[in-house]
């Protein structure tokens, strides 16, 4: 029983360590990036689509957007702009469809919801005139150059199937949670310098890559990265354009995050249960594999984190925490948490930012990681295990959901604590700690 429990906990750090390892990598090609190449689109510039899905948008922040992709300096007889409406509301149907009339943009409304956004996108697809497709989110504000600049990197290679352009948070300084959560989604930003996958917006898209990947897929909530996996598996490229700035917005409240982080969690188990045969038998090298098997799979390590909490838990009430004997494996251990904080130094650095000004920013996001790992790995497994058409649907978890899945991450990581506490093992008794303060944040109501 022991030897099952110690091999357990060392294996959940295993697999954290497999995922530094591909962080290792993002940090290498970050330090190492060169801007694409580039052509000048003044003579021929090709046919381009932008699309804006909405359902039941606020007025004035899709007011904003599409007054913004309005403003965009591209040539406007290669231009074409569609809103896809889902909304369910008359009052919105209505005042978006005179809003795209005011302004000359097609507008474009389903009276079924059927595959969600994918499902938007492929029903409109038969009405694309543009060689390349562009996708703005409602929050998104696309600076006026980004059409040239996006479009000039896509169109100099015909091998690329995407490209991602740098989101960056324009409510960042709003409040003290813009400025934590707006770092936890940086790190996934940071990423792309890694391998640039597809994150659902501020992307121009291939119309012939997408149209030879498949196309756009309702089966899943995740269709950008599962569109995304399919695309690069064909054996296309993409591109990383650090330079193009495209603003949205971050959760502006922790239980906005949370919610995000339990549809991305549910999201990455659909994709890993649908897209990882197809990457592994992918037309990409095997490094390029590697990052995106681990890159797009990230929730996994809170599932590992839960193993080694359970793991803990027991080898503590069976007073048997693995001891100096396993100095090779602790060895590891440590190696992986040095490259992790590497790897925040690099993000706040990839932002611009200074580590020291902003350093109780980046602990708080840490601290809110740590508070994360049951119901993410929850909504992980949960997503994992779905199948047919429920899988499409963007639920959110009932007040019992959470009511269970946070009361079970209290009882295991205050019983860790205080048995810690008892056998005066500081350095856990911390980590339980920090887990503790993490779970208090998120569930605070402001």
């Given amino acids: 029983m022991i030897e099952w429990l110690i091999a357990a906990y060392f294996a959940s750090f295993m697999v954290v360590s497999v995922y530094t390892v591909a962080l290792l990598v993002v940090i290498v090609r970050y330090r190492r990036y060169r801007a694409p190449a580039s052509v000048d689109l003044t003579c021929?510039?090709?046919?381009?689509?932008?699309?804006?899905?909405?359902y039941n948008p606020e007025r004035q922040t899709f007011t904003r957007c599409l007054d913004a992709v309005m403003r965009m300096?591209?040539?406007?007889?290669?231009?074409?702009?569609?809103?896809?409406?889902?909304?369910?509301?008359?009052?919105?149907?209505?005042?978006?469809?005179?809003?795209?009339?005011?302004?000359?943009?097609e507008f474009l409304h389903r009276d079924s919801r059927e595959g969600y956004r994918a499902g938007a996108f492929a029903c409109s697809m038969p009405s694309v005139r543009g060689e390349y497709i562009v996708i703005a989110n409602v929050d998104c504000i696309p600076p006026t150059d980004f059409l040239e600049r996006m479009v000039g990197a896509i169109h100099a290679d015909s091998k690329v199937g995407y490209v991602m352009s740098n989101h960056v948070f324009h409510n960042r300084t709003a409040s003290g949670q813009t400025r934590v959560?707006?770092?936890?989604?940086?790190?996934?930003?940071?990423?792309?310098?890694?391998?640039?996958?597809?994150?659902?917006?501020?992307?121009?898209?291939?119309?012939?890559?997408?149209?030879?990947?498949?196309?756009w897929q309702g089966d899943t909530i995740c269709d950008d990265y599962d569109t995304g996996a399919r695309i690069l598996s064909s054996g296309y490229g993409s591109l990383f354009l650090r330079d193009v700035e495209f603003p949205c917005e971050a959760p502006d409240t922790l239980k906005e995050y949370r919610r995000?982080?339990?549809?991305?969690?549910?999201?990455?188990?659909?994709?890993?249960?649908?897209?990882?045969?197809?990457?592994i038998r992918g037309k990409m090298n095997r490094l390029d594999k590697f990052l995106l098997l681990t890159l797009s799979t990230g929730f996994v390590q809170m599932l590992a984190s839960v193993v080694n909490?359970?793991?803990?838990?027991?080898?503590?009430?069976?007073?048997?925490?693995?001891?100096?004997?396993?100095?090779?494996?602790?060895?590891?251990?440590?190696?992986?948490?040095?490259i992790l904080y590497i790897y925040y130094?690099?993000?706040?650095?990839?932002?611009?930012?200074?580590?020291?000004?902003h350093f109780r920013d980046l602990v708080l996001a840490v601290v809110v990681g740590y508070g994360s790992i049951f119901f993410v790995t929850y909504n992980l497994l949960r997503g994992m295990l779905e199948t047919g058409a429920s899988r499409a649907s963007i639920k959110v978890n009932s007040l019992l959901e959470w009511t269970v899945v946070?009361?079970?991450?209290?009882?295991?990581?205050?019983?860790?604590?205080?048995?810690?506490?008892?056998?005066?093992?500081?350095?856990?008794?911390?980590?339980?700690?920090?887990?503790?303060?993490g779970i208090t944040l998120i569930r605070k109501k402001n």
């Fill in 44 to 54: 021929a510039p090709p046919d381009v689509t932008v699309q804006l899905p909405v």
């Fill in 73 to 105: 300096s591209y040539p406007k007889e290669h231009l074409q702009i569609q809103v896809l409406d889902d909304s369910t509301k008359p009052d919105a149907v209505g005042f978006v469809r005179d809003a795209c009339a005011s302004r000359g943009v």
């Fill in 181 to 215: 959560t707006s770092i936890i989604l940086d790190m996934g930003i940071m990423n792309l310098n890694g391998l640039p996958m597809l994150t659902g917006f501020g992307v121009v898209i291939r119309k012939r890559a997408l149209l030879d990947a498949g196309g």
């Fill in 260 to 279: 995000t982080a339990e549809r991305w969690a549910r999201a990455s188990g659909q994709y890993m249960r649908k897209d990882i045969g197809t990457i």
């Fill in 309 to 338: 909490l359970i793991a803990v838990l027991a080898l503590i009430v069976l007073n048997a925490i693995p001891g100096p004997q396993y100095a090779a494996l602790w060895s590891v251990v440590s190696v992986t948490g040095f």
């Fill in 345 to 357: 130094y690099h993000v706040t650095k990839f932002r611009g930012l200074r580590m020291r000004k």
């Fill in 406 to 437: 946070d009361g079970l991450f209290i009882a295991v990581t205050g019983s860790t604590l205080l048995f810690a506490l008892f056998y005066r093992n500081a350095i856990l008794a911390a980590y339980m700690l920090l887990n503790l303060v």
